[in-house]
């Protein structure tokens, strides 16, 4: 009877470690504690394993590409993080398979699902559509995920984020400082951690200038011109006397510019506008666009910057969140 060949799927199971694990210490590589690393190789010796060449292939494909998930390569906003992405993982020769999930928390389960099919250990996810207990989840199958912009936290994940809360305060705040008194928001998706943060820099600024939050001038739109022009009207439809409002980012501010106008509303003169971002558009549209500016191509280094970092076996620590900054435009008064 031949002898049993283990594989390293038994090895990781009865080390009670990950695959990646197994393989970074199989192969010398960093980030294994020494008493892990100790018990995988005593393990692998018992069980009489030794990783073949194509195994071998196989880590060092894990290793030298990785992923990126985003929710709507049309957005500017993403196209610009993930360039910025891309060219961080160049650097070091890496590729990189990026996967838009057009808004839809079912595509977003299949992408996590092709890239372990196709042995990607490494992910960047810039603003999950998914539940958070679904993307804890997600995360937690592979070896390097970071999160950008989420509400999820835990073992083995990075974080990368931005400030979005001071940055609507500021917009509130500059808002009610120009006498603005009915200032409604246009929330992004319920399970997106920056469109949470957003309402409740929203709910924050309001309140510290003495105005009372009305649920009736909060809405919720999908981040795009034809949700910002829905907003408009079930905004006015509420509130006649709105005389400004900040949306979740500028694709969904520019149909809000574009609802207004079809309700005969003068921008600035009757309703003020900001956005968030500042994508390209946002200076090019009519009237020019107020926004709480993001360094976009910043947040998408950073975001890969960490992920390399961890495949690299290096501690993630993370550093400050990116603080946005107000823009004015024409859409608010300049």
């Not at 283990?6 to 090895?11: P, S």
């Not at 929330?187 to 469109?195: V, Y």
């Given at each position: 009877?031949?002898?049993?060949?283990?594989?390293?799927?038994?090895?990781?199971?009865?080390?009670?470690?990950?695959?990646?694990?197994?393989?970074?210490?199989?192969?010398?590589?960093?980030?294994?504690?020494?008493?892990?690393?100790?018990?995988?190789?005593?393990?692998?010796?018992r069980m009489g394993y030794r990783p073949s060449p194509v195994a071998r292939g196989l880590a060092s494909r894990r290793a030298s590409s990785l992923g990126i998930v985003l929710p709507d390569l049309a957005n500017p906003f993403f196209s610009i993080l993930a360039k910025a992405a891309v060219d961080e993982a160049r650097g070091r020769g890496v590729n990189v398979f990026i996967i838009n999930t057009d808004e839809r928390p079912s595509l977003e389960r299949a992408a996590y699902a092709?890239?372990?099919?196709?042995?990607?250990?490494?992910?960047?996810?810039?603003?999950?559509?998914?539940?958070?207990?679904?993307?804890?989840?997600?995360?937690?199958?592979?070896?390097?995920?970071?999160?950008?912009?989420s509400l999820v936290t835990g073992a083995g994940i990075a974080n990368v984020d931005v400030d979005d809360e001071a940055g609507i305060f500021e917009a509130v705040s500059h808002l009610l400082g120009a006498?603005?008194?009915?200032?409604?928001?246009?929330?992004?998706?319920?399970?997106?951690?920056?469109?949470?943060?957003?309402?409740?820099?929203?709910?924050?600024?309001?309140?510290?200038?003495?105005?009372?939050?009305?649920?009736?001038?909060?809405?919720?739109?999908?981040?795009?011109?034809?949700?910002g022009m829905r907003s408009v009207v079930a905004l006015l439809s509420r509130e006649r006397r709105i005389d400004a409002v900040i949306a979740h980012n500028d694709i969904t501010a520019i149909g809000v510019l574009r609802g207004l106008e079809a309700a005969g509303r003068g921008i600035p003169s009757d309703v003020a506008v900001i956005g968030v971002d500042d994508i390209p558009y946002a200076a090019l549209v009519r009237p020019s666009l107020s926004t709480v500016r993001i360094d976009i191509p910043e947040l998408g280094r950073r975001a890969m910057a960490a992920l390399l970092d961890l495949r690299d076996g290096k501690v993630f620590e993370p550093g400050p969140c990116l603080r946005p900054e107000l823009v004015l435009r024409e859409s608010s008064g300049g």
């Open positions: 009877m031949s002898k049993e060949r283990h594989t390293v799927e038994d090895v990781a199971r009865e080390a009670g470690v990950s695959l990646m694990t197994v393989s970074r210490t199989m192969n010398g590589r960093p980030g294994v504690g020494e008493e892990t690393r100790r018990r995988v190789l005593e393990i692998a010796a092709s890239l372990r099919e196709e042995r990607i250990a490494g992910v960047v996810v810039a603003a999950s559509r998914l539940p958070a207990r679904h993307l804890r989840e997600e995360a937690a199958s592979f070896d390097w995920p970071v999160l950008v912009n006498g603005r008194r009915h200032v409604a928001f246009v929330a992004g998706p319920r399970e997106s951690g920056s469109a949470r943060r957003r309402v409740a820099g929203y709910k924050a600024g309001l309140a510290a200038g003495g105005i009372a939050f009305d649920p009736e001038l909060l809405v919720r739109a999908k981040p795009d011109i034809e949700g």
